[in-house]
């Protein structure tokens, strides 16, 4: 929010220019955001007094004027208004003064006449947009003396990001006014406990609220005999220095107490409350589904029954808390209004404010939780300056209050205080500071009973009152300590340093990872064949696709393949998070992983093989040389029945991999041959080892031999490569797949073999390699090509 410093000073009373006053509250309320110096009428624009007119002899439509600028200087200047007259005092820009429109006054010759100066509008002067005819100032202006003395004085504006927490109360310059004081260490000299209703009640006016947790208070007040203008200067200077648009002297003053009080205040014409009679009438209602109502700026919103209005009992008047109806506002000819002053539902104002997308200074400041008690000072303000801007009559007031706030203890611990703070407070400070901000302290023997007051809606624990005494107090006062206690490092959270060494080996082999909601749809659950794993659901899901809580990352792996098939041939993607499923009345939850293997079209028969080589290589990174691939595993629904294998260490199945069944495919309209792995993260960190082998590099060269073979059907490669590695003991140093035909279910296996101690002859190789051929014949009885 934007604030003057002109009007801050006004009500705090500080004597520290706008830079240490922006220090004061960065360091101890506030974060300020922003400083600009505006406005200021210049020096060379000063009081004159109109002594003679005359016409111009060359020019109907300009005149000629003596013009007494003091110090016995009498200053010939032509003029084109015809709104002045002989013993006016009016603003003289002398020559060689720049406007603040950038327009250099010089002396000039203007038909033949002489003109020393310019008789200035107020659009000239910087101060509105008014050029209808010269500016008149007061008969008490001095002749001869600056023009900013009387008005349009230079000004700096502060802008404070004020956080949610502080915005019942800081969202106006007396909020911030108090602040200023309290951190000054002076005390808040503005009467606002003065500021109570007059006891006059209405006769033309009624209120009735339906929904009283939606309004809480609503103050009505009716004004007549008003005449609608422009607002003076001086507050029109203060709105166009907050960014708000002065309108006319009704809607400004509204808008001007919100300003100093934060209480948002609206103003209806009283002839569009009246229903059949002279009786004025006010109901805040629910919305009806479908109802619909023209604003102020002429948008046309659609409304549902969770929306706030007000109305006259029949129509529409504007929508509470957020912006006023288009057909009930003020208009130059009004001369009776309704003023509302009330107090909304900060959640229900939030949400109707989001669904519409309306963001108005109302809305602001009602979402954040105003107190109710702070409408009736507004109210009480702003009749108090109708009846001087506007020339108002107060008529009466309604107010409807049914459940009262009042200010609330809070027992303070002054011990408390100071071993939370790190600091001894003298209790006499602590009271003042208490006191500045606007609580009251009563000491007893080592505590406080404090008062809080309304508007202080944040502090409701001696922490929160804790923490004032501290910022206020000033935090560099605080003597910073060496701790008494050993320090400790955190202890290591294994699992989140795992996963995070599981995500970079992924990245390293090619993947991308992926990042999903924790929610899935009926339809997914059905599709993946999850209907009879039990799901938690959520209560108001934000649509259809985020019912359930997911049990598996499947269903949303296969929409981001789905999704990536539309740019991309081929891919490797992961996703590691948690599930969710009910456990004797207990969420269970479980840390997973999910990878993901697409190929071009010309390579889909090698999906799966791709997928089980980089899930070998992951385990291979983290240290497990031993998994094993089964496949006496039951297969999955989602998955395609012969291409399914468990994975398994040390005999605990820690996950499963698999090609995705096509009729799942299809449903997900992918046309592309899919490989998942899915793999528990917390069994895969138990069988990780926690400490590295070394194993030194063989000093003697490897050997290697293919072997191509066709396999009967039921024979799993695993089968192969362990019978390999028994057979050639300790002289084979690695197996690998390197070719694989489906038709016919051809493989080709390259055998790696050495020794530690010894160069292998050709004759101790071929040896090998007759055992191995024939063992796979005899026991496996697979067929090798020769």
Same mark, same amino acid.
């Given at each position: 929010?934007?604030?003057?410093?002109?009007?801050?000073?006004?009500?705090?009373?500080?004597?520290?220019?706008?830079?240490?006053?922006?220090?004061?509250?960065?360091?101890?309320?506030?974060?300020?955001?922003?400083?600009?110096?505006?406005?200021?009428?210049?020096?060379?624009?000063?009081?004159?007094?109109?002594?003679?007119?005359?016409?111009?002899?060359?020019?109907?439509?300009?005149?000629?004027?003596?013009?007494?600028?003091?110090?016995?200087?009498?200053?010939?200047?032509?003029?084109?208004?015809?709104?002045?007259?002989?013993?006016?005092?009016?603003?003289?820009?002398?020559?060689?003064?720049?406007?603040?429109?950038?327009?250099?006054?010089?002396?000039?010759?203007?038909?033949?006449?002489?003109?020393?100066?310019?008789?200035?509008?107020?659009?000239?002067?910087?101060?509105?947009?008014?050029?209808?005819?010269?500016?008149?100032?007061?008969?008490?202006?001095?002749?001869?003396?600056?023009?900013?003395?009387?008005?349009?004085?230079?000004?700096?504006?502060?802008?404070?990001?004020?956080?949610?927490?502080?915005?019942?109360?800081?969202?106006?310059?007396?909020?911030?006014?108090?602040?200023?004081?309290?951190?000054?260490?002076?005390?808040?000299?503005?009467?606002?406990?003065?500021?109570?209703?007059?006891?006059?009640?209405?006769?033309?006016?009624?209120?009735?609220?339906?929904?009283?947790?939606?309004?809480?208070?609503?103050?009505?007040?009716?004004?007549?005999?008003?005449?609608?203008?422009?607002?003076?200067?001086?507050?029109?200077?203060?709105?166009?220095?907050?960014?708000?648009?002065?309108?006319?002297?009704?809607?400004?003053?509204?808008?001007?107490?919100?300003?100093? +009080?934060?209480?948002? +205040?609206?103003?209806?014409?009283?002839?569009?409350?009246?229903?059949?009679?002279?009786?004025?009438?006010?109901?805040?209602?629910?919305?009806?589904?479908?109802?619909?109502?023209?604003?102020?700026?002429?948008?046309?919103?659609?409304?549902?029954?969770?929306?706030?209005?007000?109305?006259?009992?029949?129509?529409?008047?504007?929508?509470?808390?957020?912006?006023?109806?288009?057909?009930?506002?003020?208009?130059?000819?009004?001369?009776?209004?309704?003023?509302?002053?009330?107090?909304?539902?900060?959640?229900?104002?939030?949400?109707?404010?989001?669904?519409?997308?309306?963001?108005?200074?109302?809305?602001?400041?009602?979402?954040?939780?105003?107190?109710?008690?702070?409408?009736?000072?507004?109210?009480?303000?702003?009749?108090?300056?109708?009846?001087?801007?506007?020339?108002?009559?107060?008529?009466?007031?309604?107010?409807?209050?049914?459940?009262?706030?009042?200010?609330?203890?809070?027992?303070?611990?002054?011990?408390?205080?100071?071993?939370?703070?790190?600091?001894?407070?003298?209790?006499?400070?602590?009271?003042?500071?208490?006191?500045?901000?606007?609580?009251?302290?009563?000491?007893?023997?080592?505590?406080?009973?404090?008062?809080?007051?309304?508007?202080?809606?944040?502090?409701?624990?001696?922490?929160?009152?804790?923490?004032?005494?501290?910022?206020?107090?000033?935090?560099?006062?605080?003597?910073?300590?060496?701790?008494?206690?050993?320090?400790?490092?955190?202890?290591?959270?294994?699992?989140?340093?795992?996963?995070?060494?599981?995500?970079?080996? +992924?990245?390293?082999?090619?993947?991308?990872?992926?990042?999903?909601?924790?929610?899935?749809?009926?339809?997914?659950?059905?599709?993946?064949?999850?209907?009879?794993?039990?799901?938690?659901?959520?209560?108001?899901?934000?649509?259809?696709?985020?019912?359930?809580?997911?049990?598996?990352?499947?269903?949303?792996?296969?929409?981001?393949?789905?999704?990536?098939?539309?740019?991309?041939?081929?891919?490797?993607?992961?996703?590691?998070?948690?599930?969710?499923?009910?456990?004797?009345?207990?969420?269970?939850?479980?840390?997973?992983?999910?990878?993901?293997?697409?190929?071009?079209?010309?390579?889909?028969?090698?999906?799966?093989?791709?997928?089980?080589?980089?899930?070998?290589?992951?385990?291979?990174?983290?240290?497990?040389?031993?998994?094993?691939?089964?496949?006496?595993?039951?297969?999955?629904?989602?998955?395609?029945?012969?291409?399914?294998?468990?994975?398994?260490?040390?005999?605990?199945?820690?996950?499963?991999?698999?090609?995705?069944?096509?009729?799942?495919?299809?449903?997900?309209?992918?046309?592309?041959?899919?490989?998942?792995?899915?793999?528990?993260?917390?069994?895969?960190?138990?069988?990780?080892?926690?400490?590295?082998?070394?194993?030194?590099?063989?000093?003697?060269?490897?050997?290697?031999?293919?072997?191509?073979?066709?396999?009967?059907?039921?024979?799993?490669?695993?089968?192969?490569?362990?019978?390999?590695?028994?057979?050639?003991?300790?002289?084979?140093?690695?197996?690998?797949?390197?070719?694989?035909?489906?038709?016919?279910?051809?493989?080709?296996?390259?055998?790696?073999?050495?020794?530690?101690?010894?160069?292998?002859?050709?004759?101790?190789?071929?040896?090998?390699?007759?055992?191995?051929? +024939?063992?796979?014949?005899?026991?496996?009885?697979?067929?090798?090509?020769?």
């Amino acid at each position: 929010m934007k604030y003057s410093f002109n009007w801050l000073k006004e009500l705090s009373g500080t004597k520290n220019s706008p830079e240490k006053v922006v220090e004061f509250l960065t360091m101890r309320a506030m974060e300020v955001e922003g400083v600009e110096k505006i406005g200021g009428i210049p020096d060379g624009v000063v009081v004159g007094k109109i002594l003679e007119i005359k016409k111009h002899p060359n020019a109907d439509k300009l005149q000629i004027t003596k013009i007494d600028v003091g110090a016995n200087n009498y200053l010939p200047i032509v003029c084109g208004a015809w709104n002045i007259n002989v013993g006016d005092m009016v603003p003289v820009a002398l020559a060689g003064t720049k406007l603040p429109n950038n327009m250099e006054i010089k002396a000039a010759e203007i038909r033949g006449e002489k003109s020393h100066g310019m008789l200035c509008a107020e659009d000239e002067l910087g101060l509105g947009k008014d050029h209808g005819g010269i500016l008149i100032l007061s008969k008490n202006a001095k002749v001869g003396e600056k023009v900013s003395k009387y008005l349009g004085s230079s000004d700096t504006v502060i802008e404070i990001k004020v956080l949610p927490d502080r915005a019942h109360d800081a969202l106006s310059h007396v909020g911030v006014a108090r602040e200023i004081t309290a951190l000054e260490n002076k005390k808040f000299d503005y009467d606002f406990d003065g500021l109570k209703l007059p006891g006059k009640k209405s006769k033309v006016l009624s209120v009735k609220i339906e929904d009283k947790k939606l309004c809480p208070r609503y103050i009505g007040a009716v004004m007549t005999d008003v005449k609608i203008q422009s607002s003076p200067l001086w507050m029109q200077e203060r709105l166009k220095a907050c960014g708000i648009k002065a309108i006319n002297n009704v809607v400004d003053a509204t808008n001007y107490v919100m300003l100093e +009080l934060g209480s948002p +205040l609206h103003a209806f014409d009283a002839d569009k409350l009246k229903v059949k009679s002279e009786k004025l009438n006010i109901v805040v209602r629910r919305a009806k589904n479908k109802e619909k109502l023209t604003l102020l700026d002429d948008s046309q919103i659609e409304l549902n029954n969770s929306d706030l209005l007000i109305t006259n009992g029949a129509t529409p008047l504007a929508l509470a808390g957020i912006m006023g109806g288009k057909d009930s506002g003020i208009s130059d000819t009004t001369k009776t209004i309704v003023i509302e002053a009330a107090n909304f539902n900060a959640v229900n104002i939030r949400r109707t404010r989001t669904r519409l997308n309306i963001k108005t200074e109302s809305s602001d400041r009602f979402e954040k939780d105003l107190d109710p008690n702070l409408a009736e000072k507004a109210m009480t303000r702003i009749i108090e300056i109708l009846e001087h801007t506007a020339d108002a009559k107060l008529e009466g007031i309604v107010d409807v209050y049914p459940n009262k706030i009042k200010p609330w203890k809070i027992n303070l611990d002054l011990n408390y205080v100071n071993n939370l703070l790190g600091e001894n407070v003298p209790t006499k400070e602590i009271k003042k500071i208490l006191a500045a901000l606007g609580i009251s302290a009563t000491i007893q023997p080592y505590k406080a009973v404090c008062v809080i007051s309304t508007f202080r809606v944040d502090i409701k624990t001696p922490e929160e009152l804790i923490e004032e005494i501290g910022r206020v107090w000033g935090y560099e006062k605080i003597k910073p300590q060496a701790l008494i206690e050993p320090v400790e490092p955190a202890k290591i959270n294994e699992q989140v340093f795992f996963e995070r060494k599981v995500k970079n080996i +992924l990245v390293g082999l090619g993947f991308d990872e992926m990042y999903n909601y924790s929610f899935y749809s009926r339809r997914d659950t059905e599709i993946c064949g999850l209907n009879d794993v039990k799901h938690y659901e959520l209560a108001n899901p934000m649509n259809p696709e985020q019912e359930l809580v997911r049990a598996s990352l499947v269903p949303n792996i296969l929409k981001d393949v789905r999704q990536n098939l539309k740019y991309f041939q081929s891919f490797d993607i992961f996703e590691i998070g948690r599930v969710y499923y009910p456990n004797n009345n207990k969420v269970e939850e479980k840390r997973m992983l999910v990878m993901t293997t697409v190929l071009e079209k010309d390579k889909s028969t090698e999906t799966f093989f791709h997928l089980k080589g980089a899930s070998e290589d992951l385990l291979e990174h983290l240290g497990i040389n031993d998994a094993n691939f089964n496949l006496d595993i039951k297969c999955p629904s989602v998955a395609h029945s012969g291409r399914t294998a468990g994975i398994r260490i040390n005999n605990e199945n820690i996950g499963i991999i698999a090609e995705i069944n096509p009729t799942v495919l299809a449903k997900y309209k992918i046309k592309n041959r899919v490989a998942i792995c899915e793999i528990d993260l917390e069994k895969l960190l138990a069988e990780t080892p926690k400490t590295k082998t070394y194993q030194s590099i063989g000093k003697f060269p490897t050997v290697t031999r293919d072997i191509s073979m066709i396999v009967p059907e039921g024979i799993a490669y695993a089968q192969i490569k362990n019978l390999v590695q028994k057979t050639g003991g300790d002289l084979i140093h690695d197996v690998q797949l390197f070719d694989y035909f489906e038709a016919k279910k051809s493989l080709a296996i390259r055998i790696s073999l050495s020794a530690q101690d010894r160069t292998l002859a050709s004759g101790e190789v071929d040896e090998v390699m007759r055992k191995i051929v +024939l063992k796979l014949e005899k026991e496996l009885r697979v067929e090798v090509r020769k």
